[in-house]
């Protein structure tokens, strides 16, 4: 055997011998024979270099090399999943897809939901060539070079099925034994601990050093397979492929055919994930066919054909110690509880949302009370009640603050709402920060190097009063403050400076338009294409903008009949700041169907559901889910509804198939 042929059989079994360690738990050799024939192949490849390959087994320990991390954007987005904490409303999501699925037979998997950090993962030729983040759905961070270093991630797939190129997506997390051990040696170094497994992982993850995460001993399961070319046409086929090809998939992931078997997975794994070696938050049901999955189709957050259902949360009792009132970005008080600290889903629990006026009354908190907490999803600190046997005979009620804590300027109620507001915009500091803050974050302007100690100090200098300042900020300002070096300062005018290239809809998120947020920026740019017409639109315009109703309406108007605010958009424009649509996303937008109201029914090939109505809106069209006499057509896949069907053909109404709709779009 020559040298290019042992290499490539050490490679070979040593990632078979992974496989069976990581994946099977079934190792079939030592670790003592594993290390001698991974010694062998490390002293072929120096003495051999030319037969080098980044994705061999060697490469697995990582470099000590690192730097920041390069974004790639999703093939598909990421979406999140809708959740539930009740098994009632699994059953009203099983009822709802079977009724859209209109009487076609539907199969549900059940599996388990991991909780630690997402991850997508893109082979070609069955070879990994790139590791990314969840990030914000969209886009995220590309960690492949910290991906190769966990062990159960098959870097060259085994068999000969699988696709020449597809997304597997799954979740990195940290098992138990290595959280424990990771934070055993955190404590003897007296660094601080990690609060979780899940912030270890994600923590691990982003480390610049790959040698430290391959330390770690972080583990991954796979849950999602797509592409164009799967191997089968559902889901259960497909992930049993992957687990074929080396990816680690759970044992829980099972095929469910009626509600009885729904219900009693729930039941099985409420108590059973106690004994899993890693952290679990809940389970995922998913629709089966990948053909169903399409036609579900998914709304702007979350898929239709999948649910997750959460487990109980974890509830325990600790003193108040006393109640602060927080004031946000717009103004809104919101009261807090401070707490005795106590252990909860494995965080320390310091601090709790009350929300607001009306819901703090009706807990009736008094001084020194002692409080219920749990983790809603296991994630957000909840007060759902008191223990009134241990109040004091004497202690008075909490009382909802009258004036702004931050600025003392007496509070307004908002009409038809439980909040109450400081109605002093241009000089209450917090509302002023926050609004700096949520103005440079990565899902708006996304500017580096400012975060909420920066912001405090960028308007205590009087460097920032307003989110246009950041513009007029210079690197010898910056440099004058705490803990600014010329790297620092450096990095913040990169970020301001690549901040004028982020699109218009991000901009108008971003300018903090009361009740204006994402999805909703995102329609009404698409919709007013530029700022100058916005600002010019009367109510009755901006209502016919598709979420965009009386309430959002007039807080735009308001917004800019303020001086202040007007002078700060003028202040971005001469800045550089995109504040109309690029020509491109102008471009990808025409009036086609302008004014046309048409309702979608049927199974289609081409596309989902949810495409077509974003190609409809693109368009200059408007989605309607009934037919009447103002409807212009009917946009029909296979399988459209007999009674929609009917009333179509009754009033004359156009029927049209997906290729005749496609092709007046051409």
């Known amino acids: 055997m020559d040298i290019k042929e042992e290499i490539a059989r050490l490679r070979s079994e040593l990632?078979?011998?992974?496989?069976?360690?990581?994946?099977?738990?079934?190792?079939?050799?030592?670790?003592?024979?594993?290390?001698?024939?991974?010694?062998?192949?490390?002293?072929?490849?120096?003495?051999?270099?030319?037969?080098?390959?980044?994705?061999?087994?060697?490469?697995?320990?990582?470099?000590?090399?690192?730097?920041?991390?390069a974004q790639a954007a999703h093939i598909y987005p990421m979406l999140s999943l809708a959740n539930t904490y009740s098994i009632e409303d699994v059953d009203k999501w099983v009822d709802r897809v079977?009724?859209?699925?209109?009487?076609?037979?539907?199969?549900m998997v059940g599996e388990m939901k991991f909780d630690g950090s997402g991850i997508s993962l893109i082979y070609e030729h069955g070879r990994l060539v790139r590791a990314v983040t969840r990030g914000d759905g969209e886009k995220g961070d590309v960690v492949?070079?910290?991906?190769?270093?966990?062990?159960?991630?098959?870097?060259?797939?085994?068999?000969?099925?699988?696709?020449?190129?597809?997304?597997?997506?799954?979740?990195i997390v940290l098992p138990?034994?290595?959280?424990?051990?990771?934070?055993?040696?955190?404590?003897?170094?007296?660094?601080?601990?990690?609060?979780?497994?899940?912030?270890?992982?994600?923590?691990?993850?982003?480390l610049l050093n790959p040698a430290e995460v391959s330390r770690r001993g972080l583990d991954a399961y796979f849950y999602y397979l797509l592409g164009e070319n799967l191997p089968y046409d559902n889901h259960y086929d497909n992930m049993m492929a992957a687990r074929r090809w080396g990816f680690k998939v759970s044992d829980a992931m099972t095929l469910l055919h009626n509600l009885k078997e729904v219900d009693a997975y729930i039941n099985h794994w409420d108590s059973a994930r106690r004994e899993l070696p890693v952290a679990t938050d809940g389970l995922v049901f998913k629709i089966n066919s990948l053909r169903q999955q399409l036609n579900l189709g998914h709304t702007a957050k979350s898929p239709r054909w999948a649910i997750a259902y959460k487990f109980k949360a974890e509830r325990a009792a600790t003193p108040l110690r006393y109640v602060s009132?927080?004031?946000?970005?717009?103004?809104?008080?919101?009261?807090?509880?401070?707490?005795?600290?106590?252990?909860?889903?494995?965080?320390?629990v310091k601090r709790a949302s009350l929300h607001n006026e009306d819901i703090m009354r009706s807990l009736d908190i008094h001084e020194g009370d002692t409080l219920y907490v749990e983790k809603g999803g296991e994630i957000i600190p909840k007060i759902t009640g008191v223990d009134i046997e241990k109040r004091r005979a004497d202690a008075p009620a909490v009382r909802f603050v009258t004036t702004c804590p931050a600025c003392g300027t007496p509070l307004v109620r908002v009409e038809g709402e439980a909040a109450w507001v400081c109605p002093n915009r241009w000089g209450c500091p917090p509302q002023i920060t926050g609004r700096v803050e949520h103005f440079v974050g990565r899902r708006m302007m996304n500017i580096d190097?400012?975060?909420?100690?920066?912001?405090?100090?960028?308007?205590?200098?009087?460097?920032?009063?307003?989110?246009?300042?950041?513009?007029?900020?210079?690197?010898?300002?910056?440099?004058?403050?705490?803990?600014?070096?010329?790297?620092?300062?450096e990095r913040?005018?990169?970020?301001?400076?690549?901040?004028?290239?982020?699109?218009?809809?991000?901009?108008?998120?971003?300018?903090?338009?009361?009740?204006v947020g994402e999805t909703t920026a995102r329609k009404i740019a698409r919709t007013v294409k530029d700022i100058d017409t916005l600002m010019a639109m009367p109510a009755e315009e901006l209502e016919a903008i598709e979420d965009v109703g009386p309430r959002i309406a007039e807080s735009i108007i308001d917004y800019f009949a303020s001086a202040e605010n007007r002078e700060i958009v003028e202040r971005l424009r001469a800045a550089g700041v995109q504040l109309a649509l690029s020509e491109e996303n102008a471009r990808a937008t025409s009036d086609k169907l302008?004014?046309?109201?048409?309702?979608?029914?049927?199974?289609?090939?081409?596309?989902?559901?949810?495409?077509?109505?974003?190609?409809?809106?693109?368009?200059?069209?408007?989605?309607?889910?009934?037919?009447?006499?103002?409807?212009?057509?009917?946009?029909?896949?296979?399988?459209?509804?007999?009674?929609?069907?009917?009333k179509a053909q009754k009033l004359g109404i156009p029927i049209i198939d997906e290729d005749t709709f496609l092709g007046m779009l051409e």
Do not use: C
Not at 190 to 203: D, H, I, K, M, V
Not at 494 to 512: H, N, T, W
């Open 15 to 69: 990632n078979a011998h992974n496989i069976r360690y990581y994946i099977e738990n079934s190792p079939s050799i030592s670790d003592r024979e594993f290390d001698e024939m991974m010694h062998r192949l490390e002293k072929l490849e120096q003495e051999y270099p030319q037969y080098d390959d980044p994705l061999s087994p060697t490469h697995r320990v990582g470099s000590d090399l690192g730097g920041g991390f």
């Open 176 to 206: 138990w034994k290595s959280f424990e051990r990771l934070n055993a040696e955190r404590a003897f170094n007296e660094e601080p601990l990690f609060a979780n497994p899940r912030n270890a992982a994600a923590g691990t993850l982003k």
């Open 325 to 348: 009132f927080d004031v946000g970005r717009m103004g809104i008080i919101t009261p807090v509880a401070n707490l005795e600290p106590v252990l909860l889903s494995g965080t320390i």
């Open 449 to 489: 190097g400012i975060g909420e100690e920066t912001s405090d100090v960028l308007f205590s200098t009087g460097l920032v009063k307003d989110i246009a300042d950041i513009y007029d900020l210079t690197e010898q300002a910056l440099m004058k403050l705490e803990r600014f070096g010329p790297r620092s300062a």
């Open 492 to 515: 913040v005018m990169e970020g301001i400076e690549s901040s004028k290239s982020v699109p218009f809809e991000r901009v108008l998120y971003a300018l903090s338009i009361p009740y």
């Open 144 to 171: 492949t070079d910290n991906i190769k270093t966990i062990r159960s991630i098959p870097l060259v797939l085994s068999g000969d099925d699988y696709p020449d190129f597809f997304e597997i997506r799954g979740e």
């Open 594 to 646: 302008k004014d046309k109201a048409i309702v979608i029914s049927g199974v289609f090939t081409h596309h989902s559901r949810d495409e077509y109505k974003s190609l409809i809106e693109a368009n200059g069209g408007r989605n309607v889910s009934g037919i009447s006499k103002k409807t212009d057509f009917v946009l029909a896949g296979e399988n459209m509804g007999p009674s929609k069907l009917e």
């Open 98 to 107: 079977e009724s859209a699925l209109a009487g076609q037979e539907s199969v």
